[in-house]
């Protein structure tokens, strides 16, 4: 999911959700764009290994 569609989907969950569950919905939105990045940097180095 693009870092768009993530705020797309807080947003949305900011008008139906309370504050509370906004903040979870953000820190899982933050730590999957974590995970994504650190996928990308090793495949970075896979790519650049290969050279």
């Not at 768009?4 to 899982?28: C, M, N």
């Not at 990045?37 to 050279?51: F, P, T």
């Amino acid at each position: 999911m693009t870092a768009e569609a993530h705020l797309k989907r807080l947003r949305v969950a900011a008008d139906e959700y309370t504050v509370a569950e906004v903040i979870e919905a953000t820190k899982r939105t933050f730590d999957n764009l974590r995970k994504e990045i650190s996928a990308l940097e090793r495949r970075v180095k896979e790519l650049e290994a290969r050279k």
